[in-house]
């Protein structure tokens, strides 16, 4: 063993990286020697909650979905700013205030032309 | 008492008994295998009907089967050794059990809990209920009772243990698991007009032999 101080972390790593080996090898040697495969199309099934996979994997999404997910982001990201916006609200000087609403006008504004567009009822 | 599992030329079972009674362990790889597995049977987390409720129970603290090595309850068949089949199998229910029991790797055993899935149990008459689960795949064990106390499942998993300790690992009287040519996939039946089709498997459940009647003269 060598005098430097992190010399058994060498030891370490190779017990570590040994000791899964050796178990790994064991048992793939005993499914070789003992073990013979069995195989069946319910086994290879990639379904294992005892019902047959039915359709496809691929299931695809109304792209109208997209939409409304913008339109709730719209809200969403609003709540950030409206949430200190209202708990200032008394000490905020008047062009603050100004800002704010031309901001939620803006929103507003999308919010009205996508209803105004009819995207907010589902087809 | 002869073990089967131990053998070992020029030494007695008397002279093997009296050497571990010294704590001197002689043993064989089979019973070594064997004693390995028999303590760490996992089950399928799967339950049917009100003996699920008695096997819930025997997990938990007052029954303890962690006692046994058999506490893994595995949400996947891919992990799990026993199938404890318990509770009514309805006739909409067989095709799922056979499935799940095709997907378990081998070597897998089954339990029969309770009246039901050894026979029917007291809806043997009823239209929609299979008459045993052994119809379909091999059981292992039967543990009878309507549903069977948790002690009645503990001493059924003994039981599966005994048997898994005395299974050669090779010859002729290898387990199914063990033998290359041996078919281990039981068919998934499938619901028909009026009954699930095919109603049973032949290889495990053969036809009763037919009547044979005078004819007349």
Not at chain 1, 30 to 35: L, V
Request: glycine share 6%.
């Amino acid at each position: 063993m060598s005098d430097h101080p992190y010399a058994f972390l060498v030891l370490f790593l190779a017990v570590a990286v040994a000791f899964p080996l050796v178990l790994l090898t064991v048992a793939r040697l005993w499914f070789r020697c003992f073990q013979p495969a069995k195989p069946n199309a319910a086994k290879q099934a990639p379904y294992e909650c005892g019902l047959a996979e039915s359709g496809d994997a691929w299931i695809q999404f109304k792209a109208h979905y997209y939409l409304y997910a913008i339109l709730f982001l719209i809200f969403d990201v609003e709540l950030l700013f409206l949430l200190p916006f209202a708990a200032a609200f008394t000490a905020l000087p008047v062009t603050a205030i100004v800002t704010m609403l031309l901001f939620l006008l803006l929103l507003v504004e999308g919010l009205i032309w996508a209803w105004g567009r009819g995207h907010l009822e589902w087809k | 008492m002869s073990d089967p599992t131990f053998n070992a030329p020029g030494i007695t079972d008397m002279e093997r008994d009296e050497l571990r009674r010294h704590g001197i362990l002689l043993t064989g790889l089979e019973e070594l295998y064997n004693w390995g597995r028999s303590h760490s049977v996992w089950p399928l987390n799967f339950g049917l009907a009100c003996c699920a409720i008695e096997m819930i129970a025997a997990s938990m603290a007052k029954f303890d089967i962690a006692r046994f090595g058999s506490e893994v309850f595995r949400p996947s068949p891919r992990q799990a050794d026993l199938l404890i089949v318990s509770g009514t199998v309805t006739k909409k229910m067989a095709p799922q059990v056979v499935r799940l029991w095709n997907q378990m790797p081998e070597p897998k055993y089954c339990i029969a809990m309770g009246a039901c899935a050894i026979s029917g149990g007291p809806f043997k008459q009823g239209y929609n209920v299979l008459k045993g689960i052994d119809r379909f795949i091999p059981v292992d064990i039967y543990i009878p009772g309507c549903p069977p106390r948790p002690e009645a499942l503990l001493h059924g998993l003994v039981q599966l243990q005994e048997k898994i300790r005395n299974q050669a690992i090779s010859g002729p009287a290898a387990p199914r698991h063990l033998q290359a040519e041996a078919d281990c996939n039981c068919p998934i039946p499938e619901c028909g007009a009026h009954d699930i089709e095919p109603t049973r498997n032949d290889a495990l459940w053969p036809k009763p032999p037919e009547l044979l009647r005078p004819t007349k003269t």
